[in-house]
């Protein structure tokens, strides 16, 4: 399986602009990512946006109106490169990296996973001026609730997510069914070699090979650990549940 379309173009690309184009592929271009975007099954473009600068010193960002501390990154640059990196294409999304954005989750991942394209605007200094965000029409996303010092990373964080659930690059597919937060649970915990390590056992019923009670155990303990850990999963889960549906497609 590829992603790649008829035309041989891949079937997902993102665009991403940045004030350091060296950044990337970075820890895009290892392991599964790498392969995937060697093998064309998805595209990377940067954008310099200094590149879009209007003066000798190419500069794309100024003091904040109002004052206080650090620098915004102009509008009249910014659009210029966003209108550079969009390809008007249908369903393509303009993203705004930004601690203030909705908080990025797997839901969230997988429908940008699904774009045709998608164009990442990292900001950097203070941020960005407001008016671009409404201008360009630029949908705000975050990585958590802290804050980096630009978006490059959560570029990648973001990009490396989508990567993997395009088909084909994670060789086994069910493993991605089974993951943390399909099914709003957590992932159950994992063992492998050796049996015994540290005075420490392996759980039996992993060695039972009765793959009905392995499924239950691992079900349990899935359930568990989101109960103590993730209040607000384990409500969704419990409400999913409780309304019948749910489980049932799962199993
Ligand atoms: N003054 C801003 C933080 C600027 S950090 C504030 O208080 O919200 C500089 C840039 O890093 C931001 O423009 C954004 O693009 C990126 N960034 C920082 N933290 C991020 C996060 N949690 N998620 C996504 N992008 C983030």
Redesign the pocket.
Known sequence: MSGETAAGRPAWTVSVLTIFPEMFPGPLGASIAGRALEEGVWGLETVDIRAFARDKHRSVDDAPFGGGPGMVMRPDVLADAIDAARSGAEGERLVY????GRRLDQALVRSLATAPRVVVL???????DERVIEVCGLEEI???D??????EP?AIALIDACVRLLPGVVGDEQGLVEESFEGDLLEYPHYTRPREWRGLAVPEVLLSGNHELIRAWRRAEAERITKARRADLWSRYVTAWTSGGKREVED
């Open positions: 990296l930004t601690p203030r990292c900001g950097r200094f203070e941020g960005i975050s990585i958590g802290f804050v980096l010092s630009g978006g959560a």
